[in-house]
């Protein structure tokens, strides 16, 4: 199995920035694409942005692009996402999420959805305050 870590979220107020990290480790594993999710209280999770190996690509929500983004560390197994112009809407425990399992679909056609990762971490906090 492998375990994921977050690291980073805080109580912030708005316009200002943040950077949340994730590390994975565990069994030896094949780390194909990590991805951000968030998810506010009294709501569903959603997607946040991802980056995967195979394509060098990186894909935000229309919600955070040009705002946030999403870069991996030399090491292959950590990922970070760059916060600014914070808003009180982008509250939420921000979980981060690995693919593993090589797929037949297209990461480009499934980064968006929950099912397409393998594991995830258990989430940290981000407040933004108005």
């Known amino acids: 199995q492998v375990q994921l870590e977050e690291s980073g979220g805080r109580v912030v107020p708005a316009g200002d920035s943040l950077r949340l990290s994730c590390s994975a480790s565990g069994r030896t594993f094949t780390s194909y694409a990590m991805g951000w999710f968030r998810q506010a209280r009294g709501k569903e999770r959603e997607f946040v942005a991802a980056t995967s190996w195979w394509d060098n690509m990186a894909y935000y929500s229309d919600s955070v692009k040009g705002r946030f983004t999403i870069y991996r560390e030399n090491a292959e197994n950590t990922v970070h996402l760059q916060m600014t112009s914070l808003k009180p809407e982008d509250s939420a425990v921000y979980y981060c999420?690995?693919?593993?399992?090589?797929?037949?679909?297209?990461?480009?056609?499934?980064?968006?959805?929950?099912?397409?990762?393998?594991?995830w971490g258990q989430g940290t906090q981000v407040t933004v305050s108005s």
């Open positions: 999420a690995i693919v593993t399992r090589k797929r037949a679909t297209y990461f480009r056609d499934t980064y968006f959805s929950s099912d397409e990762y393998d594991y």
